[in-house]
């Protein structure tokens, strides 16, 4: 049975799904409830992310009427910072509702704005709204992206409410690419949306959104024509809506205290990934990093050093920093053969999977030299070896940062 929107955890506040009229519209949503409890500031603030799967699905609207119904009851709120997108509706809703100042940064002789987070913690409100969690900061701001800005107002126990997409997700960036020809540039690593308290899913069917798209109330006439003939194509959003669905019933079920998948035991899986210079070893780590996380099994990686020329170690140096960014656990094998010492480090480390690139090309004759990738599953028999291969774009690559 497909997984219904809803808020993930076990504080989770009662959302469902956003309160909309039949033409797709969000409608002014009825009074409900919104515990006190669940935002009472803590040691460390709360964290709520409200996920959808394109712009315009109703994450902004729903964070603001979630404000608006937590400031009626007598919590201190704030935005801290609000993207407008030239929605009036959404506008609207930022009416009653404190601004904290945003810092203006002057890049190449042109003023940005960007979210002030000092001046928030020297305000320290007990909540505050953050649009758009996903976003790089301009060069010259203290931190490089806004999740970073949002985890340190966490740590000084301000609970944040915050905003984005599901593409935006750093173990997706793969498989969006494939489907909508985007390379999404601004991502979010998955262990800080596992941070998060509660993840609650901004829901509209692709074609109520395609009929508002249409109707220029999410971008103007002239650009929403464009987007739907790029990215909001309505298969693209359909597996984007999906991927958005999943991730969602994995974040209900991962924070259901005690409970694992049918058959499953916590720990019974463990995974390494294998990184090699190759360039498919992103795609590797991605793939490895969500399995991993959907099965809940501690996930490594493991580099063999050779003799390789500069711009191969600089390459792999990058693959063991992205490791890194994804919360793997990184070792550093010196072996003159490299599939033999992987199997020697998985056996010794009670490795369940193996992931590791697949050959761009195959061997052109029987007794030419087996790839690393070949030889691996060879000698790992009593193992599951997955080769990721590079995913390919359904049409030509783009790039994305929002």
Known sequence: MKPQPQA????????????????????????REV????MLPLARGRLRVYLGYAAGTGKTFQMLTDGHALRAQGHDVVIGYFEPHARPATIALTEGLEFVPNREIIYRGVAFREMDTEAIVRRRPEICMVDEFAHTNIPGSPREKRWQDVLGLLETGINVLTTMNVQHLESLNDEVFQVSGIRVRETIPDWVIGRADEVVMVDVTPEALL???????????????????????????VTL?????????????????GDTAPGQRPGEERILVVLTEDPGTVAVIRRA????????????AVAVSAETVAAARERLEKHLSFARDLHLETFRLN?????????????????????????SLP???????????????????????TLVAGR???????????
């Not at 002239?222 to 298969?235: C, G, N, S, W």
Request: glycine letters at 4%; a positive charge; charged letters at 25%.
């Open 8 to 31: 993930a955890g076990p504080d989770a506040i009662p959302n469902g799904e956003s309160d909309r009229l039949a033409g797709g519209e969000l409608a002014q949503p009825a009074s």
């Open 211 to 237: 009929n508002r798209l249409a109707r220029g109330v999410v971008y103007p006439k002239d650009r929403a024509e464009l987007a739907m003939r790029k990215f909001f194509k309505e298969p693209t959003l």
């Open 335 to 359: 072996e003159p053969d490299t599939a033999a010492a992987v199997v020697a480090f998985a056996r010794r480390q009670r490795i369940t999977q193996i992931f590791v690139s697949k050959p």
């Open 289 to 300: 990093r969500r399995v991993a996380d959907h099965l809940q099994a501690p996930c490594m």
């Open 241 to 257: 809506r999906e991927f958005a669905l999943r991730q969602t019933a994995h974040e209900v079920e991962i924070r259901q205290p």
């Open 363 to 385: 061997r052109r004759w029987p007794w030419s030299p087996a790839s690393l990738a070949e030889t691996i599953v060879r000698q790992a028999h009593d193992m599951q070896v």
């Open 35 to 38: 515990s006190p409890s669940k």
């Open 392 to 402: 390919r774009p359904t049409e030509p690559a783009r790039t994305a940062g929002g």
